[in-house]
């Protein structure tokens, strides 16, 4: 657990823990119905408001906590053990009180001030068509995977805005789009993480003003306009280093919940091929020793990372580019590793594994369907760290 917390309640950070905690069986009950509906109960969603979940990034001064990273990501990890489904979308929509918190102050207060326990999902595909008019754009096109939308009154969708000047970068923005301006395309069926429901968006011509739009590149060199209203140093992080652990977060906990799941086999298994009880295999022991040091190993490297970047800006230091390029490698790496995990558990529990009911195949199933998401790939960023490690420049620029 991270030590800079300063102004931040050990007791608040404890309950939140451990009402995370107490709703691990629950989920798990709930796991078989939400993934035929393709989508999170509302109890689940009432229950995570009630216990606090979606406040821990909000800003302070609309209700939230305002807390370190790492009780976030803590959260995240131990709803897996219950639900990769439900920790997935609480990553996806409980990062978005961050990023708003970063929009101009006027942006914030359209979706906050009337009720601060408003919801907001995303799509940041640069997908959408984007025209310049007076005081903002118009923004029309179709964006996929907008996990949790059903339970949101706002979404967030990425467009890329051509210069006004010939030669000038093209500007990645995201827009902020209130529901009564998009359409829901129920278009998720899919293998794994079923239970997100992130389902499709559609939009045409919705007006969107300058004021609800954030620049990548503001994110990127720490230029918010939300910073003038929200000083904390929480919210002095870059953008992408909160957004990619999001992403990547739930396959640990999913990990620990399929290795629980192993060893809960494990310990009363007997072959009915060898007559031989799977808790003295070898083979089997020695996948769980590994296993329980992998998940440890990526907990560490979350929580010393997050540790390294609160430390920056509370001491208000700019954070090295190499260690944001290397932090960003580090969360693209997560789910590949917990999929290889729970690949090798696999067969070692049998035949009876492959089965739908079998206590594995749903962690294997979302961890993979995780993999697909493009900040876990870890090809994409390898190259430009190694670069940096040659003495080339920065070549990757969402750190």
């Not at 009950?29 to 969603?45: D, F, G, S, V």
């Not at 959408?128 to 059903?150: A, P």
């Not at 799977?278 to 440890?296: E, F, G, K």
């Not at 067969?347 to 493009?374: C, E, F, Q, T």
Request: aromatic share 8%; hydrophobic share 45%; with cysteine.
């Amino acid at each position: 657990m991270a030590t800079v917390m300063q102004e931040n309640s050990a007791d608040l950070i404890t309950g939140l823990l451990e009402r995370a905690r107490g709703m691990v069986p629950a989920l798990k009950a709930r796991a078989e119905a939400a993934t035929a509906a393709r989508a999170l109960p509302e109890q689940t969603i009432r229950e995570m408001h009630e216990a606090g979940f979606w406040r821990v990034l909000q800003p302070r001064r609309y209700g939230g906590y305002e807390l370190h990273p790492s009780v976030f990501f803590d959260i995240q990890m131990i709803l897996a053990e219950g639900c990769m489904s439900t920790a997935w979308v609480y990553g996806v929509m409980g990062v978005h009180p961050f990023q708003l918190a970063l929009f101009d102050a006027r942006a914030q207060d359209a979706v906050w001030k009337a009720d601060p326990s408003t919801l907001v999902s995303s799509s940041y595909q640069p997908v959408g068509k984007v025209e310049r008019v007076e005081d903002g754009f118009e923004l029309s096109g179709r964006w996929g995977f907008s996990s949790g939308c059903d339970h949101a009154d706002w979404v967030l969708l990425g467009s890329l805005v051509m210069p006004e000047t010939p030669g000038d970068a093209v500007d990645m923005r995201t827009f902020l789009v209130p529901r009564h301006d998009y359409t829901i395309v129920r278009d998720w069926n899919v293998f794994g993480l079923q239970a997100t429901g992130s389902h499709g968006i559609i939009l045409d011509k919705a007006f969107v003003p300058e004021y609800r739009t954030h620049r990548a590149v503001d994110g990127f060199l720490g230029t918010n306009p939300g910073n003038a209203v929200n000083d904390a140093p929480l919210y002095r992080i870059p953008w992408a280093q909160i957004f990619v652990r999001a992403v990547s977060t739930a396959a640990i906990g999913a990990a620990q919940g399929a290795l629980d799941a192993y060893l809960a086999v494990v310990s009363k298994r007997v072959s009915t091929n060898t007559g031989r009880a799977t808790r003295v295999d070898p083979l089997a022991l020695n996948a769980a020793a590994r296993s329980q040091s992998t998940i440890l190993e990526l907990k560490t490297v979350l929580h010393r990372n997050m540790e390294e970047l609160m430390h920056h800006v509370h001491a208000g230091r700019e954070i090295p580019m190499v260690d944001r390029v290397r932090y960003r490698f580090e969360s693209s790496q997560v789910v590949q590793r917990c999929a290889a995990l729970v690949d090798g558990l696999m067969p070692l529990l049998g035949g009876r594994a492959i089965y739908m009911d079998s206590a594995l195949v749903k962690y294997w199933l979302d961890i993979n369907a995780a993999r697909a998401h493009i900040a876990n790939d870890p090809n994409l960023v390898a190259t430009s760290l190694g670069a940096m490690y040659v003495g080339e420049g920065a070549q990757e620029f969402f750190v």
